[in-house]
């Protein structure tokens, strides 16, 4: 079992940056073995969305409508995603929640996932 906890979330205005982080917490086993890991966001109203994803081999794939503005990374040494989001545009604000699992489910991106985060609110107001 793992755990995750997300934290950077916050107020910036249009056009600011923002750095998430994902905490996994857990055994060194249960943690050696997450080979999959991304990120989603929920905005009041719509369906969560997948924003980006990183392999144990490091391929990121990121939604389109963030493609060239976020940045998703990972230090193994510290279990941590990071979400760098810069060029933060009002359509961005939602919850944003991390997510890991050990095996590829789902038939395609942003695939599924089994182990979530509590979520932290980015607010970007114009």
């Known amino acids: 079992q793992v755990q995750l906890v997300e934290s950077g979330g916050g107020s910036v205005q249009a056009g600011g940056s923002l750095r998430l982080s994902c905490a996994a917490i857990?055994?060194?086993?249960?943690?050696?073995?997450?080979?999959?890991m991304g990120w989603f966001r929920q905005a009041p109203g719509k369906e969560r969305e997948g924003v980006a994803t990183?392999?144990?081999?490091?391929?990121?794939n990121y939604a389109d409508s963030v493609k060239g503005r976020f940045t998703i990374s990972k230090d193994n040494a510290k279990n941590t995603l990071y979400l760098q989001m810069n060029s933060l545009k009002p359509e961005d604000t939602a919850i944003y929640y991390c997510?890991?699992?050990?095996?590829?489910?789902?038939?395609?991106?942003?695939?599924?996932?089994?182990?979530w985060g509590q979520g932290t609110q980015v607010t970007v107001s114009s």
């Open positions: 997510a890991a699992n050990y095996v590829r489910r789902g038939g395609t991106w942003p695939y599924k996932y089994d182990y």
């Open positions: 857990g055994s060194t086993y249960s943690l050696y073995y997450i080979n999959y």
């Open positions: 990183i392999d144990s081999d490091r391929t990121a």
